[in-house]
């Protein structure tokens, strides 16, 4: 998909980008390298996973088994690659 320049923004009717493709297949390594070579465009991806968060975890245990449902889990969690999106703020410590 990347070799192709396709869009890691494009959602389906589900509202799943490749990214929520990858880790519902429990791909978690294929995830990573998404994020990692579309750093413009990775906070929106990671948005669109963690409005997909529990219906991802439940594919990525049938589609991959638990051990791999558990890894991502933590990949959502604090530290994680997928760790919750930080809002954006302005920067109000600005000074011209």
């Given amino acids: 998909?990347?070799?192709?320049?396709?869009?890691?923004?494009?959602?389906?009717?589900?509202?799943?980008?490749?990214?929520?493709?990858?880790?519902?297949?429990?791909?978690?390594?294929?995830?990573?390298?998404?994020?990692?070579?579309?750093?413009?465009?990775?906070?929106?991806?990671?948005?669109?996973?963690?409005g997909q968060a529990e219906a991802l975890l439940e594919s990525c245990e049938d589609s991959a088994g638990e051990e791999l449902a558990a890894e991502l889990q933590k990949a959502f969690g604090p530290g994680g690659f997928v760790e919750e999106p930080v809002p954006w703020q302005p920067n109000l410590d600005f000074q011209a």
Avoid at 19 to 46: D, I, W
């Fill in 1 to 50: 998909l990347l070799m192709v320049r396709a869009d890691p923004l494009k959602q389906d009717s589900r509202r799943w980008n490749p990214l929520c493709y990858a880790l519902g297949a429990g791909e978690l390594a294929t995830a990573r390298t998404l994020l990692e070579e579309t750093p413009a465009s990775a906070q929106t991806q990671k948005v669109a996973a963690w």
